[in-house]
């Protein structure tokens, strides 16, 4: 679970509905004819964009900002460090019986004992990477059409409020619901543009990048292990891909 993104989501929507409950009556930003406007005008028009299964799959990846548990590229260089002593000793068929924790480093595990060229299976792992990359911007470029969205159907329902106020200037009674669909439509598709939708799709471009970036690092160990290097070379190439914060750690755990 990603406490950050469960903490954000409700820490906003608490501080809104805490500013309308200390302010009076919560009843009153209940309007559903508002609510259609923002909620079903801008899904309506996410379909219309993207295909129907695609917007669906979008809310499964969605997800990935939530329980997502990223991997630490410490323990990774330390499996594959591991792995690249197995073959240095019994050779890459050694590594057919070795526990593997990652499933892309075990593909590329499985790729070496298979006895396939170095090339084909840099081929093949770089293709997967940019397949999940790719699925992974789907679902981002999602998100943000419903934040592009959500504030022009609050426009929207704005202008029909007003026409609808303006229309009953002769009737005051019709005045006030009028106003409140002019006002509440722009407040529905500020909050959820703004607090929801554009937040989440920033979360999963982070997940995105942090994914590419560990499974970058795995690709380098699967070609080391076949071009035979020695582990502690390998240990100091994948260390370039920690911060020189982290790296110092790892450097000085080793040392104690």
Do not use: W
Not at 56 to 69: D, Q, R, T, V, W
Not at 111 to 127: A, I, N, Q, Y
Not at 148 to 161: E, F, H, Q, S
Not at 185 to 191: D, E, F, I, P, S
């Amino acid at each position: 679970m990603d406490l950050a993104t469960l903490i954000g989501l409700l820490g906003s929507f608490g501080v809104i509905i805490g500013a309308v409950v200390v302010g009076g009556s919560a009843l009153i930003f209940l309007n559903p004819p508002s609510l259609l406007i923002v909620l079903g005008g801008t899904l309506m028009v996410v379909l219309m964009k993207f295909p129907l299964a695609t917007t669906l799959g979008a809310f499964k990846i969605a997800m990935k900002a939530f329980i997502h548990k990223g991997e630490d590229a410490n323990k990774l260089i330390q499996e594959g460090v591991a792995l690249a002593n197995v073959a240095r000793k019994e050779g890459v068929l050694g590594l057919e019986n070795q526990e593997v924790s990652n499933t892309f480093l075990k593909r590329g595990i499985t790729f070496c004992v298979d006895g396939h060229e170095p090339e084909f299976v840099r081929s093949m792992l770089t293709k997967d990477i940019n397949l999940t990359i790719e699925r992974h911007e789907t679902g981002q470029r999602i998100f943000k059409a419903i934040a592009d969205v959500a504030p022009a159907m609050g426009m929207i329902g704005t202008l029909i409020g007003l026409v609808q106020m303006l229309s009953a200037m002769d009737d005051p009674k019709k005045i006030g619901p009028a106003m409140a669909v002019a006002l509440l439509t722009t407040l529905y598709g500020a909050v959820l543009a703004n607090a929801f939708a554009m937040p989440i799709a920033d979360k999963l471009a982070h997940r995105s990048s942090e994914e590419r970036h560990n499974k970058q690092l795995i690709l380098e160990t699967i070609s080391a292990i076949q071009e035979g290097v020695n582990p502690r070379v390998m240990e100091e190439l994948l260390k370039t891909y920690l911060p020189p914060s982290k790296r110092e750690n790892v450097e000085e755990k080793e040392a104690a």
